[in-house]
Nanobody
Framework: QVTLTESGGDSVQDGGSLRLSCVGY?????????MKWYRQSPGKEREFVAG???????EYGDSVKGRFTVSQASDKLTMYLQMTSLTPDDTGTYFC?????????????WGRGTQVTVSS
């Protein structure tokens, strides 16, 4: 069973920066895991933010391109999200997501989220 734990959420001013972390436990070495960040604000649907595929490919949601950077520790147990030029529209709960694949039975895992609040 994979568990994901996010941290790093905080309250910042418009234009500020934050770095989020997602630590995963329980990964099976023989499998590949896509890791992603999502966010959700009250009254809005959960939105894809950024992700790293099991093969190392990186992708970003349109609203964060050029401002956010996703990365992964060399042991692939921790994923980071460096966020810069934050705006109030970036406010929300940020969730870590992992999807297992790579020839293993597909499973999806979610963390409990970390709150980011950007004030103007």
């Amino acid at each position: 069973q994979v568990t994901l734990t996010e941290s790093g959420g905080d309250s910042v001013q418009d234009g500020g920066s934050l770095r989020l972390s997602c630590v995963g436990y329980g990964f099976v070495r023989q499998c590949k895991y896509n890791m992603k960040w999502y966010r959700q604000s009250p009254g809005k649907e959960r939105e894809f933010v950024a992700g790293i595929t099991g093969d190392g490919g990186i992708e970003y949601g349109d609203s964060v391109k050029g401002r956010f950077t996703v990365s992964q520790a060399s042991d692939k147990l921790t994923m980071y999200l460096q966020m810069t030029s934050l705006t109030p529209d970036d406010t929300g709960t940020y969730f870590c997501n992992s999807v297992r694949g790579g020839g293993c039975r597909s499973s999806t895992y979610w963390g409990r989220g970390t709150q980011v609040t950007v004030s103007s």
